[in-house]
């Protein structure tokens, strides 16, 4: 069946650095695109970043452009979120999502599979 | 504030038919882009309701349905149960600038 296992979240200071991680299994990983999206406490979803199926493209919301960095290892089925220069809005759940969808196209992206999230609090 | 707006609480009781309204602009909904629906409960990862306006995947009631029209997508469920007490965001695609938009979410109370 369909897995996605966020790992990596915890308690960071202000302007340092955390790597999210996301195995995936169940699937073959290389033929869809992901995303994370967060979820800050008593907030809503937010869009962070999509990563193509091939890793040739890559999309940012505008608070994380360069700071945070998506990546995927096909070797590893394993997706990727580096966090550089991390802030205190920052903080949120973070969840890795398959996108069956297609970015830009009149159906979008949607997310048949969600992780179960990991958390990432950056305080001091 | 979110891209989407939806209603930040409904309510009904049960055996009722309750409606979530997402309303967007015409850089998104009203562009023709399909607006998708999840269902998220505390401690679980987000469930796909809807997908391309009003199409169910497997699996989902057909309590659930999804329409669409001009700028704004509606989430309609009848029959109202207590489990479907959760929170209800739709989710769409923005041209301006290229991104995933959601909307701020609706809690669903069931009286």
């Known amino acids: 069946q369909v897995q996605l296992v966020e790992s990596g979240g915890g308690v960071v200071q202000p302007g340092r650095s955390l790597r999210l991680s996301c195995a995936a299994s169940?699937?073959?990983?290389?033929?869809?695109?992901f995303h994370w999206v967060r979820q800050a406490p008593g907030k809503g979803l937010e869009w962070v970043a999509l990563?193509?199926?091939?890793?040739?493209?890559?999309y940012y919301t505008n608070s994380v452009k360069g700071r945070f960095t998506i990546s995927r290892d096909s070797s590893k089925n394993t997706l990727y979120l580096q966090m550089n220069s991390l802030r205190a809005e920052d903080t949120a759940v973070y969840y890795c999502a398959r996108d069956v969808g297609t970015f830009g196209s009149s159906s979008g992206s949607r997310f048949d599979y969600w992780g179960q999230g990991t958390l990432v609090t950056v305080s001091s | 504030q979110s891209v989407l707006t939806q209603p930040p609480s409904v309510s009904g009781a049960p055996g009722q038919r309750v409606t979530i309204s997402c309303t967007g602009s015409s850089s998104n909904i009203g562009a023709g882009y399909h607006v998708h629906w999840y269902l998220l409960l505390p401690g679980t990862a987000p469930k796909l309701l809807i997908y391309d306006n009003n199409n169910r995947p497997s699996g989902v009631p057909d309590r659930f349905s999804g329409s669409k029209s001009g700028t704004s997508a509606s989430l309609a469920i009848t029959g109202l149960q207590a489990e479907d007490e959760a929170d209800y965001y739709c989710q769409s695609y923005d041209s301006s600038p290229s991104a995933v938009v959601f909307g701020g979410g609706t809690k669903l109370t069931v009286l």
């Open positions: 169940g699937f073959t990983f290389s033929s869809l695109g």
């Open positions: 990563i193509w199926y091939d890793g040739s493209n890559t």
